[in-house]
């Protein structure tokens, strides 16, 4: 199985279409690390990451954000 992020989605559809910049801000990541973060290519999120994104995007639970994915 695979874990995967589906944050380009929520981010490309918010009213306030955050651009990657201010989206690493919100995490106290590089904009770099963020667009890493929202292609899947970072090995790992932390908790606190995902608490701040289900805040920002209003999510009522992680299924939102995260997609399991069977190899």
Do not use: W
Not at 24 to 46: A, F, H, I, P, Q
């Amino acid at each position: 199985m695979t874990v995967k992020l589906k944050i380009r989605d929520l981010r490309i559809a918010h009213p306030d279409k955050p651009s990657q910049r201010f989206m690493g801000d919100l995490l106290g990541m590089t904009e770099s690390n963020y667009r890493k973060l929202e292609t899947n290519k970072l090995d790992g999120v932390k908790l606190h990451h995902l608490d701040i994104l289900i805040k920002f995007f209003n999510c009522d639970d992680a299924n939102k954000i995260i997609e399991i994915v069977k190899d």
